[in-house]
């Protein structure tokens, strides 16, 4: 492994760390409130954040006082949780302890750094060399797939499944993150 992929890696986490914190803290406020949302729900939710992320790329003013970096932080949860209710499926109340919900997530992140590492080796750090719009623009077009497989779940041939396109949106959210803060 290169000196550059171990620091990608230790920036990786360190950005998953802040992503968990908030979640954590959100968790302790609310508990796991959103086991009711049903993964369209939650897809819809992805694309107001990537959205606005969009909005604040290309516009100057903002009504809302928030910048890009909590719509990727948000981006990271609300994936993490799409996996998890893909994974549970969606509750009719809250079934879930937060420890429980905690323990998950950690498993999610962990699966999606793994899936992070691989990518980041054969394509060899390139997400470096994109600009932090294209991430949006990867994430909008990830969501729409993901949109489009929810619509006609009969229909997929070859694509990847809405969990591979959820974590694909979690690590371009993450690489927004590391470039935010560098």
């Known amino acids: 492994m290169t000196p550059q992929h171990t620091h990608t890696e230790a920036q990786f986490a360190q950005a998953f760390a802040q992503c968990r914190q908030l979640f954590a803290d959100k968790l302790h406020d609310y508990g796991p409130s959103w086991r009711l949302l049903r993964p369209t729900s939650l897809t819809d939710q992805m694309a107001i954040k990537a959205r606005r992320i969009r909005t604040l790329e290309t516009t100057s003013e903002a009504m809302v006082d928030e910048g890009i970096l909590p719509e990727f932080i948000g981006l990271v949860n609300y994936g993490i949780i799409g996996l998890i209710q893909l994974q549970l499926g969606y509750a009719d109340q809250v079934d879930k302890s937060n420890d429980e919900v905690l323990s998950l997530y950690d498993g999610f992140a962990a699966d999606t750094l793994e899936l992070m590492k691989k990518k980041n080796h054969d394509y060899d750090e390139a997400w470096r060399q994109m600009r932090v719009s294209s991430y949006t623009d990867f994430i ?43």
């Open 140 to 182: 909008l077009t990830k969501l729409q797939r993901v949109k489009e497989m929810e619509d006609n779940p009969e229909e997929a041939k070859v694509s990847e499944g809405i969990d591979a396109n959820y974590m694909d949106i979690i690590n371009y959210a993450i690489f927004g993150i590391i470039r935010l803060t560098e």
